[in-house]
C-alpha cells in the first residue's frame, strides 16, 4: 500500500508543501507573504466597464488591476439590486453549475458602468491580464461544494460507480440542503456517509450567511471572503483518508490545522503531527533536491531515455528521446519502451510543475497503431490522478498528443524565478565575439559623431580580453583610419553587452 504524506513547511516569507508518496515527492505547493492568493476570493465590485464587442465587462475589486467578467460566467442574481429580468437556458444540464445567461441577451442589456455586483476570482491574474472573475458563487468544503445561486446538483465525474452515484444523491437530498440552492459532490466524498455531509452543509451556510452579511455594510469594491491560504486550503483539497500523515514544522500553524480538521473531519486528527526536530522538515523527508528537479528542463528516465520540458508564451511542449536506451534492436520496439517509461513520468511532472494551457507532447514515432493506443491509454489513465480539468486529444497525423489543462493559480517558475538580466528572458546569451563586434560598432559610431584624438573604452574583463587578443588588429586597423588612440578599459560591474565611452 502505497504511504503518503502531506509536509508542511512555514517560516516568514514562506509557504511551502510537499506532497511525498513513498519518498517520491508528487506535488509541490509554494505561497510567499509577498503575494497575495486571489483565486476563489468573493469580492463586492462595481462595474467599471462594459464591452460590449467582448460580451463582458470589467469590474473594479479594489485591486490595481480591474477583473475580467465574461458573459457566460455573469448571474443576475448577484446584483445589489435586481432591475433585469434574465431569461436562461433549460435547467436540466446535469453539470453542476449554474445555468448561463441566454446568448440573445447583450452583456449591455445586463450591466451597467457604476453597478454593484458580487463576484469571485475564478483564476489569477496573468502577464498583463487582470483576475479572471465569475458571479458563480461557489464555497467549497472538504466533500461538497456550494452554490448558493444554483439549484442543480453536480458529482465529480471521477466517481464513476453508478451505484455510488446514486447513494450520494441521496445522501445529500437527506442533509438538509435549502431547496433554492445547488451542490456538487466532490470525489473525496466517496464512501462519507449523511453524518459528514450535515456538518459540511452547516459549516457552508454559516459561511454564506457571514458572506451576505458583509455585503449589506460594505462599499463596493470590497472584499467579502478570503479564500483560505495555503496551509488550510491543502489540509481541506488534500487530507483524504489516503494520506497517512501531515507532518507542519510550527506550532502556531499545527494548531490551526488541528481546529480545522476538529471542525470539519474529527476522526483524522490523530494523523497531524507537529514536527520537532532540529534538522529541517524537507531536508529530513529528502524533499529539498526534488524540489530543485521541478525547474530543470531536462528529466532523465532509469532505462536511459530523457523527456526535454520547455515552457513558452503560447504552449508547453514536451520531447521524448530514446537517449542511450538501446536494449531492443528493433526501432519500433525501442520507441514504444521509451514512450511508455516516458509517459507515467510526463503524467507526473505536469501535475508537479502545475504545467498549464496547451501542452504539446512529441512522443517518439511509432507507426504501429495499436502501440499508439497504449500510449494514449496509459497517458488517460495516468492523468486522472490529476485533480485539475483537462482533455487529452489522441494522436495527431504529425505524432503529437495535445492536452488543454485548467490554469487557476500562478506557476511555480513565474513566483521563484525573474527573467535573467544578460539573456533579458530569451534564455540564451549573445556569444563573447558577437558582443565584441557590436562594441567594435559602437566604437566606430561614437568615433563619427566625436571629433578626439583620444577615447577611453569601458567594457565588461571578457570583452575587453576578446579586444585585446582576437579583435586587436580590429582596433588598430581604427586607430589609423580615424586618426585616433583608443584606450580599453575594463569594470567587472558593467553589464556584459554595455558599452560607456569616457
Given at each position: 500500500?502505497?504511504?503518503?504524506?502531506?509536509?508542511?513547511?512555514v517560516?516568514?516569507?514562506?509557504?511551502?508543501?510537499?506532497?511525498?508518496?513513498?519518498?517520491?515527492?508528487?506535488?509541490?505547493?509554494?505561497?510567499?507573504?509577498?503575494?497575495?492568493?486571489?483565486?476563489?476570493n468573493?469580492?463586492k465590485?462595481?462595474?467599471?466597464?462594459?464591452?460590449k464587442?467582448?460580451?463582458?465587462a470589467?469590474?473594479?475589486?479594489?485591486?490595481?488591476?480591474?477583473?475580467?467578467?465574461?458573459?457566460?460566467?455573469?448571474?443576475?442574481?448577484?446584483?445589489?439590486?435586481?432591475?433585469?429580468?434574465?431569461?436562461?437556458?433549460?435547467?436540466?444540464n446535469?453539470?453542476?453549475?449554474?445555468?448561463?445567461?441566454?446568448?440573445?441577451?447583450?452583456?449591455?442589456?445586463?450591466?451597467?458602468?457604476?453597478q454593484?455586483?458580487?463576484?469571485?476570482?475564478l483564476?489569477?491574474?496573468?502577464?498583463?491580464?487582470?483576475?479572471?472573475?465569475?458571479s458563480?458563487?461557489?464555497?467549497?468544503?472538504?466533500?461538497?461544494?456550494?452554490?448558493?445561486?444554483?439549484?442543480?446538483?453536480?458529482?465529480?465525474?471521477?466517481?464513476?460507480?453508478?451505484?455510488?452515484r446514486?447513494?450520494?444523491?441521496?445522501?445529500?437530498k437527506?442533509?438538509?440542503?435549502?431547496?433554492?440552492?445547488?451542490?456538487?459532490?466532490?470525489?473525496?466524498?466517496?464512501?462519507?456517509?449523511?453524518?459528514?455531509?450535515?456538518?459540511?452543509?452547516?459549516?457552508?451556510?454559516?459561511?454564506?450567511?457571514?458572506?451576505?452579511?458583509?455585503?449589506?455594510?460594505?462599499?463596493?469594491?470590497?472584499?467579502?471572503?478570503?479564500?483560505?491560504?495555503?496551509?488550510?486550503?491543502?489540509?481541506?483539497?488534500?487530507?483524504?483518508?489516503?494520506?497517512?500523515?501531515?507532518?507542519?514544522?510550527?506550532?502556531?500553524?499545527?494548531?490551526?490545522?488541528?481546529?480545522?480538521?476538529k471542525?470539519?473531519?474529527?476522526?483524522?486528527?490523530?494523523?497531524l503531527?507537529?514536527?520537532?526536530?532540529?534538522?529541517?522538515?524537507?531536508?529530513?523527508?529528502?524533499?529539498?533536491?526534488?524540489?530543485?528537479?521541478?525547474?530543470?528542463?531536462?528529466?532523465?528516465?532509469?532505462?536511459?531515455?530523457?523527456?526535454?520540458?520547455?515552457?513558452?508564451e503560447?504552449?508547453?511542449?514536451?520531447?521524448?528521446?530514446?537517449g542511450?536506451?538501446?536494449?531492443?534492436?528493433?526501432?519500433?520496439?525501442?520507441?514504444?519502451?521509451?514512450?511508455?517509461?516516458?509517459?507515467?513520468?510526463?503524467?507526473?511532472?505536469?501535475?508537479?510543475?502545475?504545467?498549464?494551457?496547451?501542452?504539446?507532447?512529441?512522443?517518439?514515432?511509432?507507426?504501429?497503431?495499436?502501440?499508439?493506443?497504449?500510449?494514449?491509454?496509459?497517458?488517460?489513465?495516468?492523468?486522472?490522478?490529476?485533480?485539475?480539468?483537462?482533455?487529452?486529444?489522441?494522436?495527431?497525423?504529425?505524432?503529437?498528443?495535445?492536452?488543454?489543462?485548467?490554469?487557476?493559480?500562478?506557476?511555480?517558475?513565474?513566483?521563484?524565478?525573474?527573467?535573467?538580466?544578460?539573456?533579458?528572458?530569451?534564455?540564451?546569451?549573445?556569444?563573447?565575439?558577437?558582443?565584441?563586434?557590436?562594441?567594435?560598432r559602437?566604437?566606430?559610431?561614437?568615433?563619427?559623431?566625436?571629433?578626439?584624438?583620444?577615447?577611453?573604452?569601458?567594457?565588461?574583463?571578457?570583452?575587453?580580453?576578446r579586444?585585446?587578443?582576437?579583435?586587436?588588429?580590429?582596433?588598430?586597423?581604427?586607430?589609423?583610419?580615424?586618426?585616433?588612440?583608443?584606450?580599453?578599459?575594463?569594470?567587472?560591474?558593467?553589464?556584459?553587452?554595455?558599452?560607456?565611452?569616457?
Amino acid at each position: 500500500m502505497a504511504n503518503k504524506e502531506i509536509l508542511i513547511s512555514v517560516d516568514e516569507k514562506e509557504k511551502r508543501v510537499a506532497v511525498v508518496e513513498n519518498g517520491q515527492l508528487d506535488e509541490f505547493f509554494l505561497e510567499r507573504a509577498s503575494y497575495e492568493h486571489l483565486a476563489g476570493n468573493i469580492y463586492k465590485g462595481k462595474v467599471a466597464q462594459v464591452v460590449k464587442g467582448m460580451e463582458a465587462a470589467f469590474i473594479d475589486i479594489g485591486l490595481a488591476k480591474n477583473g475580467f467578467l465574461f458573459i457566460r460566467e455573469f448571474l443576475s442574481e448577484t446584483l445589489k439590486n435586481e432591475e433585469y429580468s434574465v431569461e436562461v437556458t433549460d435547467t436540466s444540464n446535469n453539470t453542476g453549475r449554474p445555468n448561463p445567461i441566454n446568448r440573445s441577451v447583450g452583456i449591455d442589456n445586463l450591466l451597467r458602468k457604476g453597478q454593484d455586483i458580487m463576484v469571485q476570482v475564478l483564476k489569477e491574474p496573468f502577464g498583463t491580464k487582470g483576475c479572471r472573475l465569475t458571479s458563480q458563487i461557489s464555497l467549497p468544503g472538504r466533500f461538497l461544494v456550494l452554490m448558493p445561486y444554483s439549484k442543480n446538483i453536480g458529482i465529480s465525474k471521477k466517481i464513476t460507480n453508478e451505484k455510488e452515484r446514486l447513494r450520494l444523491r441521496s445522501t445529500l437530498k437527506e442533509s438538509g440542503l435549502p431547496k433554492e440552492m445547488g451542490c456538487i459532490i466532490r470525489t473525496q466524498a466517496m464512501g462519507m456517509g449523511r453524518r459528514e455531509f450535515v456538518r459540511e452543509i452547516r459549516y457552508l451556510l454559516r459561511l454564506w450567511r457571514n458572506i451576505r452579511a458583509k455585503m449589506t455594510r460594505n462599499k463596493a469594491p470590497a472584499l467579502m471572503h478570503k479564500e483560505y491560504d495555503l496551509v488550510l486550503r491543502t489540509t481541506r483539497d488534500a487530507f483524504t483518508d489516503d494520506i497517512s500523515q501531515i507532518a507542519i514544522d510550527t506550532r502556531d500553524d499545527y494548531r490551526r490545522v488541528l481546529n480545522f480538521v476538529k471542525t470539519l473531519a474529527p476522526h483524522l486528527t490523530r494523523r497531524l503531527r507537529l514536527y520537532k526536530e532540529k534538522m529541517p522538515l524537507f531536508e529530513k523527508y529528502d524533499v529539498e533536491k526534488q524540489i530543485e528537479e521541478i525547474f530543470l528542463h531536462k528529466v532523465s528516465l532509469k532505462k536511459g531515455g530523457y523527456i526535454v520540458i520547455e515552457r513558452t508564451e503560447a504552449l508547453t511542449s514536451i520531447d521524448v528521446n530514446s537517449g542511450s536506451f538501446v536494449k531492443t534492436g528493433r526501432l519500433e520496439e525501442t520507441a514504444f519502451l521509451t514512450n511508455m517509461e516516458a509517459v507515467r513520468e510526463i503524467a507526473r511532472q505536469i501535475k508537479l510543475r502545475d504545467l498549464a494551457g496547451i501542452i504539446v507532447i512529441d512522443f517518439i514515432d511509432m507507426e504501429n497503431i495499436s502501440h499508439q493506443k497504449k500510449v494514449l491509454q496509459v497517458l488517460t489513465k495516468e492523468m486522472e490522478k490529476d485533480k485539475a480539468r483537462l482533455t487529452i486529444y489522441p494522436f495527431s497525423p504529425l505524432g503529437l498528443i495535445q492536452i488543454a489543462r485548467q490554469r487557476v493559480r500562478v506557476n511555480l517558475e513565474n513566483i521563484i524565478f525573474g527573467d535573467c538580466l544578460e539573456c533579458k528572458g530569451i534564455g540564451r546569451v549573445k556569444s563573447i565575439q558577437t558582443i565584441a563586434i557590436n562594441a567594435l560598432r559602437q566604437i566606430k559610431v561614437f568615433l563619427l559623431a566625436n571629433k578626439k584624438r583620444f577615447i577611453k573604452v569601458v567594457v565588461h574583463p571578457k570583452i575587453a580580453l576578446r579586444l585585446f587578443n582576437e579583435d586587436r588588429m580590429a582596433i588598430t586597423n581604427l586607430e589609423k583610419r580615424m586618426w585616433v588612440k583608443i584606450a580599453i578599459v575594463t569594470d567587472e560591474h558593467l553589464g556584459i553587452e554595455e558599452v560607456k565611452f569616457l
